[in-house]
């Protein structure tokens, strides 16, 4: 969760977007910016003791934070903003080299305590709730499956929800997100801290044209690191080291080869 210094206008209420869902109005909204809408799902889990703790704490006008949307473990969804608004949900970011996320996504928070308690398991109802959820915004603003993301992938080394046992393979199966089969951790060449050169700087390009945002300066810093570990955390979460090892690189390589010509 993160916040905003910005003001919102409570709302008395208004009609859910998402059939079906409750409506707890925020105050903690916004309007998005430069007349952007939605092109973009952002993923969190709320990291808090208990999801009436998290609803509480998104419709408190002192936590200058919201989502969109909340999902509980049993699948009940709560609308706490207006699609056509703008949530307080990324905070500080960027994806495609594109920063003030919050004004082009609709954030959605899934109830899971996360660090708290050692990163519990999503429910199944829950995952399936999420996904049919994310697959209406999808359908109704036509944002593309590989801009369904995690918080992770818009601030990396700043924030690490929906954490690495979300499970974005079940979430492809229900027609979700863009995925492909990691490649096997195993030996081989890798870069890391500290080394340089046009191989690190490949490793940036890639990422970048992903979406991540780095600097290309062909040097493995701590921007670099971050960014491959966010990738990992989404990607490739059977090791999540920072180190662009072997299977890092051809799952993103494979990752790039699968997206539609409307990307690069």
Same mark, same amino acid.
């Given at each position: 969760?993160?916040? !905003?210094?910005?003001?919102?206008?409570?709302?008395?209420?208004? +009609?859910?977007?998402?059939?079906?869902?409750?409506?707890?109005?925020?105050?903690?909204?916004?309007?998005?910016?430069?007349? @952007?809408?939605?092109?973009?799902?952002?993923?969190?889990?709320?990291?808090?003791?208990?999801?009436?703790?998290?609803?509480?704490?998104?419709?408190?006008?002192?936590?200058?934070?919201?989502?969109?949307? $909340?999902?509980?473990?049993?699948?009940? #969804?709560?609308?706490?903003?207006?699609?056509?608004?703008?949530?307080?949900?990324?905070?500080?970011?960027?994806?495609? +080299?594109?920063?003030?996320?919050?004004?082009?996504?609709?954030? /959605?928070? #899934?109830?899971? !305590?996360?660090?708290?308690?050692?990163?519990? =398991?999503?429910?199944?109802?829950?995952?399936?709730?999420?996904?049919?959820?994310?697959?209406? /915004?999808?359908?109704?603003?036509? #944002?593309?499956?590989?801009?369904?993301?995690?918080? !992770?992938?818009?601030?990396?080394?700043?924030?690490?929800?929906?954490?690495?046992?979300?499970?974005?393979?079940?979430?492809?199966? $229900?027609?979700?997100?863009?995925?492909?089969?990691?490649?096997?951790?195993?030996?081989?060449?890798?870069?890391?801290?500290?080394?340089?050169? +046009?191989?690190? =700087?490949? @490793?940036? !390009?890639? @990422?970048?044209?992903?979406?991540?945002?780095?600097?290309?300066?062909?040097?493995?810093?701590?921007?670099?690191?971050?960014?491959? +570990?966010?990738?990992?955390?989404?990607?490739?979460?059977?090791? /999540?080291?920072?180190?662009?090892?072997?299977?890092?690189?051809?799952?993103?390589?494979?990752?790039?080869?699968?997206?539609?010509?409307? /990307?690069?």
């Amino acid at each position: 969760m993160n916040g !905003s210094s910005e003001t919102g206008v409570c709302m008395s209420g208004f +009609e859910p977007d998402y059939p079906g869902a409750e409506v707890h109005v925020s105050p903690n909204f916004g309007a998005r910016r430069d007349g @952007l809408k939605p092109d973009c799902v952002i993923l969190h889990y709320t990291g808090m003791e208990s999801g009436a703790a998290a609803e509480a704490w998104l419709c408190n006008p002192d936590s200058e934070v919201s989502s969109h949307y $909340l999902v509980y473990e049993d699948g009940r #969804i709560v609308q706490l903003v207006r699609e056509a608004d703008r949530a307080w949900h990324a905070g500080r970011g960027s994806w495609q +080299e594109r920063a003030d996320v919050n004004s082009f996504s609709v954030g /959605i928070e #899934i109830v899971n !305590s996360g660090d708290l308690a050692d990163f519990p =398991e999503f429910p199944e109802v829950q995952i399936d709730a999420v996904a049919g959820l994310c697959r209406d /915004i999808c359908a109704r603003h036509a #944002i593309f499956p590989e801009r369904v993301l995690a918080h !992770s992938d818009v601030a990396p080394g700043r924030k690490i929800d929906p954490g690495s046992r979300f499970p974005w393979r079940r979430m492809a199966e $229900l027609g979700v997100g863009h995925y492909v089969e990691p490649s096997p951790v195993r030996g081989g060449r890798f870069l890391a801290m500290g080394d340089g050169g +046009e191989p690190v =700087e490949a @490793l940036q !390009s890639m @990422l970048g044209l992903y979406g991540y945002g780095i600097e290309i300066n062909g040097l493995f810093d701590d921007a670099t690191h971050r960014a491959v +570990e966010a990738f990992q955390r989404h990607f490739r979460p059977e090791r /999540i080291d920072g180190v662009a090892d072997q299977s890092t690189i051809e799952t993103l390589h494979r990752l790039l080869s699968a997206l539609p010509d409307r /990307i690069g």
